[in-house]
């Protein structure tokens, strides 16, 4: 015999039914540099930034690393020069000793005059590296 019951001897959990498209979901690519941004922003929490957004934090930290890597992969570009008006001019015999110095981070490179491009370029990208 079967006993019908109106009431179940537990409460009833809700349930939610996802309905759409199913798979891989696509992001375009300006949102995802503003996801990025988000995330790598100093104080930031990747998992809070991932929930936000409806996504995985492995996801989020995958883009992340792979942000890491295609800015390394980089070709070295220029940088501005900003020119100090109140620095005084070198004398003639000071030029004979004037070298390029250039500060990153706390580091300064000091490049003397006919230095190796090749060298500068391997010194400036292990201090790349280093950040």
Do not use: Y
């Amino acid at each position: 015999m079967v006993d019908h019951m109106l009431e179940p001897p537990r409460p009833v959990r809700r349930l939610e039914v996802i309905t759409g498209a199913g798979g891989r979901r696509r992001w375009w690519a300006d949102e995802k540099a503003r996801i990025l941004e988000e995330a790598t922003a100093p104080g930031a929490v990747v998992s809070e930034v991932a929930r936000r957004n409806g996504m995985s934090p492995q996801h989020l930290f995958t883009w992340r690393r792979q942000a890491r890597c295609e800015a390394d992969d980089r070709p070295l570009a220029f940088t501005p020069v900003v020119v100090a008006p109140d620095v005084p001019q070198p004398s003639p015999a000071d030029c004979r000793e004037t070298v390029i110095e250039v500060a990153v981070e706390g580091a300064v490179i000091r490049v003397p005059r006919g230095v190796d491009g090749a060298t500068l370029a391997l010194v400036l990208q292990t201090l790349k590296s280093l950040r």
